[in-house]
């Protein structure tokens, strides 16, 4: 029997960090699949799990600091490949590194990382992956051990790893993007990152000569006293995740903490900024 699907479509100002919020939320409720897209999120839940009262109740939904609606729509059968493909759009960085899934057609570039994400990656998350990608591609990462935290879809680990970075780690708290990272990392051959789900807790003792956080401002602020212990002498960390009038409070935490402003990007009001220890 084909089973029936309750989707609800979020949209959601501003974009971030309230759709990853509302995503764990849902998650915790049985909602199973998720898409983001230009306004928000959209979320399947097979209909005998749905209670709309208990989603009536998701915190965020009542948080003064972020605009959510949503309408909700009953499905026979949702394809979720189309779901992604509809979604989902390839990225290419410069004309030498290329982001795509396995029904886009492969352009000629130097770099080609071929991810099919559990959730779609959203546009919402294009330009801050865009410029990580950016610094990346700047970077000599031969040799020098990498960290990829809060890794989503592991896109950032592997392009390190294909630019000659050993070891490799990447962690996220989430189980989705956890397993995700294991399945993309398996697909582009990179098999000597190290993939672990957790949070900043992990870290003590480890040292990295690059860390790489794309994150939120949040999360960035609260955790960036661990990063700083696990950098290497003349280090280097990059941030993003928070918008370009975040960067000031980033900067002075950051230099509180010894770290040294090198550069930054800025697209789409969105910041990618590198400091070195």
Not at 17 to 32: K, M, T
Not at 63 to 89: A, L, P
Request: glycine residues 6%.
């Amino acid at each position: 029997m084909t089973p029936v699907y309750i989707g609800y479509f979020f949209k959601v100002e501003p974009l971030q960090p309230a759709s990853d919020i509302l995503i764990a939320e849902l998650g915790e409720l049985g909602f199973d699949s998720f898409v983001e897209t230009e306004e928000g999120i959209e979320a399947y839940i097979i209909k005998d799990q749905h209670q709309e009262a208990l989603v009536k109740e998701v915190s965020i939904l009542e948080n003064e600091n972020f605009k959510i609606s949503y309408t909700i729509q009953e499905f026979e059968q949702v394809n979720w490949n189309e779901e992604w493909e509809k979604n989902f759009s390839p990225i290419l960085v410069d004309n030498v590194c290329q982001v795509r899934a396995p029904f886009h057609p492969k352009k000629e570039t130097e770099y080609d990382i071929v991810i099919e994400p559990k959730m779609s990656f959203g546009t919402g998350h294009h330009a801050t992956t865009h410029m990580m990608i950016q610094h990346i591609l700047k970077d000599d990462m031969r040799e020098k051990s990498v960290l990829d935290m809060g890794c989503g879809t592991g896109v950032l680990a592997i392009l390190a790893s294909m630019k000659g970075a050993t070891p490799v780690e990447a962690i996220d708290i989430d189980n989705w993007c956890y397993l995700n990272t294991l399945e993309n990392v398996e697909r582009n051959n990179c098999s000597t990152i190290k993939v672990e789900e957790g949070e900043a807790s992990l870290l003590p003792g480890r040292s990295y000569d690059i860390i790489i956080a794309n994150i939120n401002r949040n999360i960035l602020l609260n955790d960036l006293p661990v990063y700083t212990d696990c950098l290497a002498e003349n280090g280097e960390i990059y941030l993003s995740g928070f918008y370009e009038e975040d960067l000031p409070i980033i900067t002075e935490k950051c230099e509180s903490l010894g770290l040294k402003l090198d550069n930054h990007l800025v697209r789409e009001n969105w910041v990618a900024v590198k400091f070195v220890k």
